[in-house]
């Protein structure tokens, strides 16, 4: 499943849901607008995620690489039976402000 938010920096942000485990497990995923080549992605970049992970209960950054490109998102996993309307309500405009801000710093920085 899909959920769409509007962003100025993106026009619409995608939340990515996806299930698992017969329908018990539920993991949303955020993605950032930026695909970098890897060599671009300065150790500046991974001490800001790393640090927004550690001042975050949840949910988390994380990375990915694919054909030399890294991209970014934010992720939480958790059991469908304990999500409910107000803990979703937060868990989305949490995930898509912390992108937001992301793309945000790196559009300032000319990266993006």
């Known amino acids: 499943m899909v959920l769409y938010f509007k962003d100025p920096i993106v026009s619409i942000r995608k939340l990515l849901i996806t299930v698992g485990d017969a329908g018990s497990i539920a993991v949303m995923s955020v993605f950032s607008a930026a695909e970098l080549p890897s060599h671009q992605v300065s150790t500046e ?48 405009e949490t995930m ?12 300032q920085a000319g990266i993006l």
């Open 45 to 92: 970049v991974l001490g800001y995620l790393l640090s927004r992970n550690t001042a975050m209960v949840c949910p988390a950054w994380q990375i990915s690489a694919n054909d030399g490109k890294i991209g970014f998102r934010v992720a939480y996993g958790t059991h469908v039976r304990g999500l409910d309307a107000p803990l979703f309500k937060v868990l989305c």
């Open 96 to 107: 898509c402000k912390e992108v937001h801000e992301f793309d945000s710093k790196l559009r």
